[in-house]
């Protein structure tokens, strides 16, 4: 039987809340991963005090609940659980730079529909592209850079998460043109990084139109044609830009 956490019982999420955080442990420790985050799993404390690496909301004690995991650099390996599920109120899930593999969980949209940053970067995850994350319209970060999803045409269903503020797909193997909704469906991004892909063509003068704009990055795309538009000058706030 598959577990699922309603949320309205206080022991039954603490319960929830223990075996998802035990689940990561062991899936670090059975794959032989180097230890380089601390875990204590100590029956007698709070599993929100297990490690540095969980944070979570500050109501009382006995209603703490999991509202961040951040495990980067630390020799994770294997898929990404569908126990993270049970962490129904998180807000943040970091992963970046192990060696995860495999695809990206399709029910995290139906139980983390409180999640703001999803960041797994440099991973070794795979499977196409996973469009089931633009069902999370909660999402103000988005990090899948450098992993190896299969991408036939850019997924323009990234337009119905208004409220990015940050887009990084870094060598993702995308190609075609650059889309023009990128620079009028955020109302809140500032930071958009495209590098290291096979984008071509012109940079479209709708970047104009982005003036909330304040880093963009589009390094190693060889392909690209045609000048720096003009318009880009009218992004007063933008700080960076690398083609």
Partial sequence: RRLQNSGSDTTNTRLYQ???LNVLYYIQRSLGSEEKITWTNRTDEHECD????????TTTTSRRKITSITIKYSYLRGTIPE????LTDLETLNFDGNSLEGQIPPTLPSYLTNLKVFSVGQNELTGPFPLVLTQIRTLQTLNLRYNSFVIETFPTELASLVELEVLELESLSLDGSIPTFLFTSFPRLTRLHLD???LSGKIPTEIGLW?????FTLTGNQQLTGPIPEELGQLTGLFEFDA
């Avoid at 003036?211 to 880093?215: A, E, H, I, S």
């Fill in 196 to 198: 290291y892909n096979s």
């Fill in 83 to 86: 126990e993270i599920n049970l």
């Fill in 18 to 20: 223990r075996y998802a």
């Fill in 50 to 57: 297990w490690g540095e690496w969980i944070e979570c909301s």
């Fill in 211 to 215: 003036t909330v704009g304040k880093q």
